[in-house]
């Protein structure tokens, strides 16, 4: 079924090539294939190293040339390239007059002009895709429109309202069938256990299928967004919970709080079975706490690094004693007879607290609303927080009780997030990347299982984050490995177009087309293509109908630069070859480093 849902470059011109120095061929091109900066490949080796391009990447985007040289697995001598395409404060960004004359607004912020006037500007249709793209997924025409002329409060404030608490997706089957642990596993064969495993991992596979499928689909991008953010905050990993119909129940937990009550959420996933299992929280009671679950609640879920001691964690400990599971339903069990009734002293508070007592000492620190409003701010703003706006943020969603829509309502208003320079500012993760794509381009796809697939090849296996932190995000999304994955997914897009002549131009001279003010590439004899690619289905032609183009028309100066701004975020790191076809433009923008940034 279908789910709608050039010249050589310069130094300064910037742009990342790898370029054989045997035969002087140079590949203009965002993605290398991956190799060891520094350092010789043998052409026997079976695996590539996972350079880590990022700050690498950072250097590809903001610094100065580097140029390294590595050996290829075949041998031959190769040079890697990296210019300055984009220094992030010299805002290299779209250059035409409206786009200066936003950041010209945004300079004049800065210097007095009040967030309360700043958030009474109207949005143009980059600032709203930018808004959109920021806190959801690549917008297409129909989700952009409504958006382009409200101020930015009436975008941030419409935003919000749109948000769910379910999803709109069916989910498996299975989550209304009893949990595996109910399955007797005492006297099991070994073809039983075979079976049962096989059974666990398909489960794990359509339940992340089944994500991906919502986050292709919701009407709520920022919901989505927000779920995603939590489930990193709050971790819980599948490789050791092992139960999908427990990470289900806590997707749907994160779902129905994502822009609800933090505090609320902090109890509920406290004692949420994924939770009590992954940190162990579950085998706690007294006389034998475990402290597992003590020290990730105050570094990981409220308070940060450095606002706890080790004698606080241990008290700590002692109050979440109790909480328990019933194994057969997978469910939420108090034992009072496990709990240690005595007095604890964390924090310097005393008295006889229980584990919700005790996360109520938590929240009532200033310095847990400061590290979520921290992370938040990375999250949607930018790698660096501003400290004196998180800490008036923060001060807002203490006062609020702890109402997530008011810190980020507050958080998308800052004169630092309509910034130019935050244009382009962060790194699309894996599950961003493809939804993005699958959301702006109509990717048509025959199973959801696919999308899931190419998030965990690109670095995201959802619900397995690698750690208790989760995945660090930002530029450790980039290395070798997922940048080239990132290459192949692009390529295999357009290998799904049902347009055969997708082709950049021959050497035959073109011709005007009939559109106006658009040229007909001189094309290629025509390739042979099959209608679908494993399953994907992209309609070029259909998408390309706004712009009055065709897959082999050669777009003029005003459409590459319309094409362009519909897909970065700024301008492109790489030089575009002029008198390319509709398709391989679009391509070659898609292939860009900035594709890589929001």
């Not at 493809?434 to 299982?449: K, L």
């Not at 995201?460 to 994955?485: E, H, M, Y």
């Amino acid at each position: 079924m279908k789910q709608n849902r050039t010249p050589p470059a310069s130094a300064d011109a910037g742009f990342f090539c790898v370029r054989n120095t045997e035969s002087g061929d140079g590949l203009p091109v965002s993605m290398a294939s991956p190799g060891r900066l520094g350092a010789s490949v043998s052409s026997g080796a079976s695996l590539l190293p996972r350079l880590p391009l990022l700050p690498l990447f950072s250097l590809l985007i903001r610094a100065k040339i580097l140029s390294v040289r590595v050996t290829a697995l075949s041998g031959a001598a190769v040079a890697v390239c990296l210019a300055s395409p984009l220094a992030y404060a010299s805002g290299s960004r779209h250059s035409d007059p409206q786009h200066t004359a936003q950041s010209t607004r945004t300079r004049a912020s800065k210097s007095g002009t009040s967030a309360v006037d700043a958030s009474r500007r109207e949005l143009t249709a980059d600032d709203a895709r930018y808004l959109l793209t920021r806190t959801g997924y690549a917008p297409d025409a129909r989700e952009l429109a409504p958006f382009v002329g409200l101020t930015r409060a009436q975008a941030v404030d419409r935003l919000l309202e749109q948000t769910r608490r379910t999803a709109v997706t069916p989910p498996p089957a299975w989550v209304s069938e009893p949990p595996l642990a109910s399955v007797p596993g005492k006297g099991m064969t070994d073809a039983q256990r075979r079976e049962l495993n096989e059974r666990r991992n398909r489960m794990s596979a359509s339940l992340k299928a089944w994500w991906a499928q919502e986050m292709a689909t919701t009407p709520s991008p920022l919901t989505e967004r927000m779920t995603m953010f939590w489930h990193n905050h709050f971790v819980s990993s599948d490789d050791k919970v092992r139960e999908p119909v427990v990470l289900y129940r806590q997707n749907v937990l994160l779902r129905a709080n994502a822009l609800g009550n933090f505090g609320l959420m902090l109890h509920e996933v406290s004692k949420d079975p994924a939770m009590l299992i992954y940190l162990d929280g579950a085998n706690s009671r007294k006389g034998r706490p475990n402290e597992n679950f003590a020290r990730e609640v105050m570094e990981l879920f409220t308070l940060g690094e450095g606002h706890y001691t080790e004698q606080d964690v241990r008290e700590a400990a002692r109050a979440y004693t109790g909480w328990s599971i019933d194994r057969p339903t997978m469910t939420y069990v108090w034992r009072p007879n496990l709990h240690d009734t005595g007095v604890k002293t964390v924090l310097n508070q005393t008295g006889d607290f229980d584990g919700d007592q005790m996360l109520d000492v938590l929240l009532a620190r200033p310095e847990t609303a400061v590290f979520i409003t921290g992370k938040l701010w990375r999250e949607f703003v930018s790698p660096t927080p501003d400290p004196v706006q998180v800490d008036r943020i923060a001060a807002m969603f203490r006062e609020s009780g702890y109402d997530i829509r008011v810190a980020l309502r507050a958080l998308l208003l800052t004169p630092a997030f309509w910034d130019a320079r935050a244009r382009g500012a962060l790194v699309k993760s894996p599950s961003e990347f493809v939804t993005d794509a699958v959301r702006q381009f109509d990717i048509g796809y025959d199973d959801p299982q696919m999308l899931a697939q190419q998030m965990r090849v690109l670095g995201q296996d959802l619900f397995r984050p690698p750690n208790v932190k989760g995945w660090p995000g930002g530029d450790a999304w980039i290395d070798s490995t997922t940048l080239l994955a990132r290459k192949q997914f692009v390529e295999r897009m357009f290998r799904a177009t049902e347009n055969a002549n997708a082709g950049g131009p021959s050497m035959t001279a073109p011709a005007m087309s009939a559109r106006p003010g658009v040229q007909r590439a001189a094309l290629r004899p025509a390739q042979p293509m099959p209608r679908t690619v494993a399953g994907v289905r992209f309609d070029l032609s259909r998408w390309l109908q706004p712009y009055t183009l065709g897959p082999v028309d050669v777009p003029d100066m005003g459409a590459r630069e319309s094409l362009q701004r519909a897909v970065l975020p700024l301008a492109p790191a790489a030089p575009q070859t002029p008198g390319v076809n509709s398709a391989a433009f679009l391509q070659a923008l898609l292939m860009d480093p900035a594709y890589q940034l929001k």
